[in-house]
């Protein structure tokens, strides 16, 4: 980028710089939405709510249900996304 663009483009500079946090923070959610290992604490705790009785049988099945659909998600997408070591090597 040249000295005129960069004078030129300034004033979009905030807007640049909103869309790039905006993309990071997205990125940051949907690591974090399949995460394996997040996940799995998840269902480890949901079933000692179960086994203390801080939830009820429906609530139980309702919520293993969605996290066993998340973690057969994250595991397909484990295995379609490209080795980062793979890139490295």
Not at 6 to 26: C, D, E, F, N, S
Not at 33 to 46: G, K, P
Not at 48 to 77: P, V
Request: overall charge negative.
């Amino acid at each position: 980028m040249g000295i005129f663009t960069g004078l030129i483009t300034l004033p979009l500079a905030p807007v640049r710089g909103t869309a790039w946090l905006a993309q990071k923070i997205g990125e940051e959610a949907e690591r974090q939405l399949y995460d394996e290992s997040h996940l799995r604490r998840e269902l480890m705790q949901l079933e000692l709510d179960h086994d203390d009785g801080l939830i009820d049988d429906e609530q139980y099945a309702a919520r293993l249900d969605a996290l066993l659909d998340a973690i057969t998600q994250a595991r397909a997408r484990a295995t379609d996304a490209p080795s980062t070591e793979a890139a490295w090597s």
